[in-house]
């Protein structure tokens, strides 16, 4: 999944908790929620990372070659 649908999850997570407000099931959905946001987090941290990994060939390469 993507960071977006992440995010989306968490939203819809989120409106459900507050429509159940006062059950115990709440609780829960207010913590699947929570993961979901760190979901989204680690997902748009680890796009950045791959971002910028080095080109796996060196810019030289053409002149050893």
């Known amino acids: 999944m993507s960071a977006q649908q992440h995010k989306h ?3 819809v997570l989120l409106q ?3 429509a159940r407000r ?3 099931f709440s609780d829960v959905l207010l ?3 929570g993961n979901s946001r760190q979901r989204a987090s680690a997902a748009i941290t680890q796009s950045l990372e791959e971002a910028r990994q080095p080109p ?3 810019a030289q390469q053409d ?3």
């Open 22 to 24: 006062g059950t115990p």
């Open 63 to 65: 002149l050893f070659a």
């Open 9 to 11: 999850t968490a939203r």
């Open 16 to 18: 459900e908790a507050r």
């Open 56 to 58: 796996t060939t060196p």
């Open 31 to 33: 913590r699947w929620a």
